[in-house]
């Protein structure tokens, strides 16, 4: 098997490059540097690893138990960590099925009786408590086209935070090339420890998008941050001082390294009825912005050991009219 980029590693299995610089950055996935080549490289065994991370994330077993498993040369942990994610299903399956089976039951105790006023009626809970549950079904082998659909079931996002986020100026740091998200960041981290911006201002807020977004023709692409400064601060180059016109988002908050759920975002925005999509400047990705959280602790730590646990996602919408 010929060596991978990691433009063709995120290609083939549909996973942003940031997601797979984080599987590398927390020693999940390795990759090789060649001399006088730029970019990351990946071979048959990163492939491999890559394939064993997203068939367990499939099955919705959390990147630390996932880290448990490969830090065993013998993966000795890997039934454990099954059983556990196994047990707790279980107990989910069980609690949703329960509910299930009642709704059933008593929408179809409510239609005989022609009941259509539940806040009134005294005699609901009472109906409740006398529900039988059907015995649960035998189980069945499942193919991984069924695993997909049920990651993509269990996976939708059922609802969104709605916040607005107030007009500020921001110190702008972007950076096409090689790695952008890493260059750019390493600026704007400079600019803010240097001035100490987080002591001046420790309501700040970082955001963060792409700047253009990857593309099947273009093998580089570029990543823009912002941090939210006073009005005054002059902001030294190659940084921009930009003004942020603010606006209302639907967020979702994820752990570092989830970024396909933006795919979920984008398809509530789609479906949700109530808000609908709000293409607007920045037009790196439409207007979606992905904002750091905690980052006041962020950079009240050493940038050696500073990380980002959590980010929420952005996307712009507008209330739909009535």
Not at 40 to 62: F, G, M, N, S, T
Not at 222 to 245: C, H, M, N, Q
């Amino acid at each position: 098997m010929e060596l991978m980029t990691i433009s063709e590693l995120s290609g083939m299995f549909r996973v942003s490059t940031r997601t797979l610089r984080y599987y590398e950055e927390i020693g999940m996935l390795s990759s090789l540097r060649i001399e006088n080549y730029a970019y990351r490289v990946y071979d048959e065994a990163a492939v491999r690893r890559l394939q064993q991370i997203l068939v367990l994330r499939k099955l919705k077993i959390p990147l630390k138990r996932i880290a448990l498993v490969f830090e065993d040369p013998e993966q000795r942990r890997l039934l454990e960590v099954i059983r556990q994610t196994a047990e707790g299903m279980d107990r989910e399956i069980a609690s949703l099925r329960t509910i299930r089976e009642i709704l059933a039951d008593l929408l179809a105790r409510l239609e005989a009786q022609n009941k259509v006023n539940l806040l009134e009626d005294t005699q609901v809970l009472e109906l409740i408590q006398t529900l039988t549950l059907p015995e649960t079904k035998k189980r069945e082998e499942h193919t991984m086209e069924e695993l997909n659909q049920a990651d993509k079931t269990l996976s939708a996002l059922k609802n969104a935070r709605i916040i607005y986020l107030p007009p500020c100026t921001v110190a702008a740091s972007h950076y096409i090339g090689k790695s952008p998200e890493d260059e750019a960041g390493r600026r704007l981290d400079e600019f803010v420890r240097g001035t100490e911006l987080h002591k001046r201002k420790p309501d700040l807020r970082v955001y963060g998008f792409n700047n253009p977004s990857p593309s099947d023709e273009a093998a580089e692409y570029g990543y823009e941050f912002w941090v939210t400064i006073p009005e005054d601060l002059e902001v030294p180059s190659p940084l921009e001082k930009k003004r942020f016109a603010g606006g209302l988002y639907a967020a979702h908050c994820i752990t570092m390294g989830d970024f396909q759920e933006w795919q979920l975002l984008w398809q509530w925005g789609q479906q949700n009825g109530r808000y609908k999509i709000d293409i607007r400047e920045p037009f790196g990705m439409g207007g979606c912005l992905e904002e750091h959280l905690n980052i006041y602790s962020y950079y009240q730590t050493a940038r050696e050991t500073a990380k980002v646990h959590q980010l929420d996602l952005l996307l712009p919408v507008k209330e739909t009219l009535p």
